[in-house]
């Protein structure tokens, strides 16, 4: 089974760009993040037509995650327990940032936009860590269930976890995604058993999965690494490879995220 997941940044301004993917790739599962729509608002025909189930969660032109499946997708889940509300004033909703569903042979892939956090002394910040918390809850609670669970953790983190994962870690001084309460979040769920896979193939520096639209931060080679496949115990020694398509963030109306790759054998 060859599984992807890609921050996609507006599908309907990128469908073209996935169908192309999905067949060149033969990519059975993909997991989007920032859909940018509504699921009312999708069009899947070509989708369907190619064979390809899709579920899709969104709440308006924000944030919103999907989950194309050719083999098969059931279980649909729209969010994770215990997850916070944005804002955290009592007036928030629980923004459409996870999917998850069952796929293949008992596969449950979570497909997730994890907040960006803005500034250190903005409330986003606290509830981006908060989000991380609900994810490394629900992990605990997948495994403890079952420890041969086949689960996979996927998508848009918004975390560098190392520093070999930006550019210059120097430009990063005082921001986010590279804050050691952010990479402690990551960590957290890292040692609840989920595993980045595709890391000890392809290891830093510059290996990275973003770059920013401003600056020429690609042809620069100035992008970060924060978009990851974490694997439960029973997928790590499921995979026969992996790879990030460079390749996507190039041409007119590309993302700003290249697409990471990874194939199992379960």
Request: glycine share 8%.
């Amino acid at each position: 089974m060859r599984i992807a997941t890609w921050n996609i940044n507006s599908l309907r301004a990128r469908m073209d760009r996935v169908l192309a993917f999905l067949e060149r790739h033969e990519v059975d599962v993909l997991a989007l993040q920032e859909i940018k729509a509504k699921p009312a608002q999708l069009d899947l025909t070509a989708l369907e037509a190619a064979g390809y189930e899709v579920a899709a969660h969104g709440l308006n032109q924000w944030n919103g995650v999907a989950l194309i499946s050719r083999v098969g997708l059931s279980d649909v889940r729209t969010e994770l327990p215990s997850v916070p509300a944005w804002p955290e004033d009592g007036t928030g909703v629980v923004e459409a940032r996870a999917l998850g569903g069952v796929v293949g042979d008992g596969l449950r892939i979570w497909s997730l936009y994890v907040p960006n956090g803005r500034e250190l002394d903005h409330p986003h910040y606290g509830y981006k860590l908060r989000w991380l918390e609900a994810l490394r809850a629900e992990g605990a609670r997948e495994l403890a269930a079952d420890p041969a669970a086949r689960a996979v953790l996927v998508g848009d983190f918004n975390v560098a976890p190392q520093d070999e994962d930006v550019w210059d870690m120097d430009f990063f001084e005082g921001k986010t995604h590279v804050t050691e309460p952010e990479r402690a979040a990551y960590r957290a769920v890292v040692d609840e058993g989920f595993a980045d896979v595709v890391r000890p193939e392809h290891p830093g520096p510059g290996v990275y999965t973003y770059w920013d639209y401003q600056a020429l931060r690609f042809p620069k080679k100035e992008g970060m690494r924060i978009d990851f496949v974490l694997g439960s115990p029973a997928v790590q020694k499921a995979v026969t490879g992996s790879f990030i398509d460079r390749e996507e963030r190039k041409g007119k109306g590309a993302s700003d995220h290249a697409p990471v790759v990874v194939d199992l054998e379960l």
